[in-house]
């Protein structure tokens, strides 16, 4: 029996017959941190290329926090680096939050500290449509223009803390995504999410380049990044110099999360797991990108969660698509925030059966050409129609690679 973990703290329990060959990738490599906010303090006392934290900043500096809501153990990802800055000069009314993440998420992030310090540290919400509190940087070096959050312009020591992913998972461009596109304007996320082009290595590699001049810009130098585990653990902490974050969370995240595979498999069923914040469409575009790669031709995909989102007006489009060659080049025009969901979606239903257990209603699924499930019995029963069968856990962080 597989244990298959997904949506927030979800369990799937599944028993396959000794016919269907199964490729269990149902966890990473690796063990969970027993203690993540002292594994913090450790990896910001010894950071890759870079001073240790407390040493890094004066009285007075304004020190932002650049959180990215999708890092597992958030709270107390956040709690052992201002353990380490008040082991400096930084005093708490000095330092100021940023996430992407809701008022529920924000509200979370300093639950472990008394009033004086709750009260002292600010925390801002970044909402990519409200002009008001974006700051032109300058313009790239392709001319595109530059506007971030406020409060990263004006930080005297910024800190951002995202999750290290394998380098080819969609929408992934190295630790300094975890500043730029996520805390910029709709029109540059919506222009980094975009899939009109052709070339989209070429369209990845522009990206990464981007991000990594937009950090240089704001002036960060030192980056925290998390290596997820199952759920919403985590097994490595890295601090740092972020190109140095780039190469040394890229060697143990592929330690952790890729899988070798010997063929394609007639069924992949995949789980989108971790927390609530993994629960969207952007989650489920890259867990159905890592399935595509490990699916037979007409081959099945379950995916696995707890998504409740609405689709957005990309996914729409796939109401009305019967299976032409229209709608997915409308699509791949299309820069809305579910776009890529919506691209890799249209890819999908084209070669495979996608099926789709979730949180919203069976018609909300069915009308994307998606047929819904609910138990794991029916996952079961489709995968006996198959000879073999990956499972894929927490796939939004996984990869894989075929070696015959």
């Not at 989209?200 to 380049?209: D, N, V």
Request: glycine fraction near 8%; aromatic fraction near 6%; hydrophobic fraction near 40%.
């Amino acid at each position: 029996m597989i244990r298959l973990g997904y949506g927030s703290a979800s369990d799937l329990y599944l028993e396959l017959p000794d016919s269907i060959e199964v490729f269990d990738c149902s966890a990473p490599h690796g063990v969970e941190l027993a203690d993540p906010e002292q594994a913090v303090v450790q990896a910001l006392a010894d950071p890759f290329d870079f001073p240790p934290l407390s040493q890094a900043t004066v009285t007075g500096d304004r020190v932002v926090l650049a959180m990215d809501q999708t890092v597992p153990q958030a709270p107390k990802v956040v709690s052992g680096v201002l353990r380490s800055l008040f082991q400096g000069d930084t005093r708490p009314e000095d330092i100021t939050i940023v996430t992407d993440g809701c008022e529920r998420f924000a509200g979370q992030l300093l639950c472990g500290f008394p009033d004086d310090v709750r009260f002292a540290v600010k925390v801002l919400l970044h909402d990519p449509d409200d002009a008001r509190n974006h700051a032109y940087l300058a313009a790239s070096k392709e001319g595109h223009p530059i506007h971030v959050h406020r409060a990263l312009v004006d930080a005297d020591v910024l800190v951002p803390i995202g999750v290290t992913r394998l380098q080819r998972t969609l929408a992934y461009y190295g630790a300094a995504t975890s500043l730029f596109p996520l805390f910029s304007d709709r029109a540059t996320r919506q222009r980094y999410c975009r899939s009109d082009t052709d070339d989209h290595e070429a369209h990845t590699r522009r990206c990464r380049s981007e991000s990594r001049e937009v950090a240089w810009l704001l002036g960060s130098l030192m980056s925290v990044q998390v290596i997820p585990g199952a759920g919403d653990s985590l097994l490595t902490v890295l601090a740092g110099d972020l190109r140095t974050m780039d190469e040394h969370g890229q060697r143990l995240c592929a330690r952790a999360w890729r899988f070798p595979l010997p063929k394609r498999a007639g069924i992949v069923v995949a789980s989108v797991g971790a927390s609530a914040a993994q629960q969207t469409w952007e989650g489920f575009a890259r867990a159905l990108d890592v399935a595509l790669a490990c699916v037979a031709e007409n081959g099945a995909v379950v995916l696995c969660t707890s998504l409740a989102t609405r689709p957005g007006p990309a996914l729409r489009r796939l109401t009305s698509w019967t299976g032409d060659d229209v709608l997915p080049k409308r699509i791949r025009r299309d820069f809305s925030g579910d776009g890529l969901s919506a691209q890799r979606l249209a890819d999908a239903r084209e070669h495979f059966h996608v099926y789709l257990m979730s949180s919203l209603k069976d018609i909300q699924v069915e009308e994307l050409g998606v047929a819904p499930v609910s138990t794991a019995h029916e996952i079961e029963r489709l995968c006996r129609h198959y000879e073999s069968c990956v499972v894929l856990g927490n796939a939004q962080f996984a990869g894989v690679s075929i070696d015959g």
